[in-house]
């Protein structure tokens, strides 16, 4: 079971787990911390990223964030892990944070142990 500490930087605490992004194939790859959203449909990553790692776009998506307005944003195809989690999946790039959707999560078991701003993934 991997164990990461709660967000500190959110109020209150949330949920961050440590993902590491590629592009499918390559050896580069960062460290992210994203924020457990189980509001978000698709995963989200800092909109620098893909430049950084040299993300061809891979398509267009139409995304609402949670004041309801649509919008077409490109996609990117990556390689994510969360501890021993392995998947490749499109994501988008937007703002300044990584949000970690249900695409992924719900590959995951994950216990939220709040009091002690602990997020436990079991990868058994």
Do not use: C, W
């Not at 964030?65 to 937007?94: C, N, S, W």
């Amino acid at each position: 079971m991997a164990e990461f500490p709660y967000g500190r930087q959110y109020r209150p605490r949330a949920p961050v787990l440590l993902v590491r992004i590629s592009s499918p194939g390559k050896a580069a790859a960062v460290l992210v911390a994203a924020l457990a959203d189980t509001g978000a449909a698709m995963t989200s990553l800092p909109a620098d990223l893909p430049a950084q790692l040299g993300l061809p776009v891979a398509g267009r998506a139409i995304v609402a964030g949670f004041d309801g307005t649509p919008r077409i944003v490109p996609t990117h195809t990556v390689q994510i892990r969360v501890a021993d989690y392995i998947t490749v999946l499109r994501v988008i790039a937007a703002g300044t944070y990584a949000l970690l959707g249900r695409d992924v999560l719900n590959a995951l078991v994950i216990k939220l142990r709040g009091p002690d701003g602990i997020a436990a993934v079991d990868t058994t």
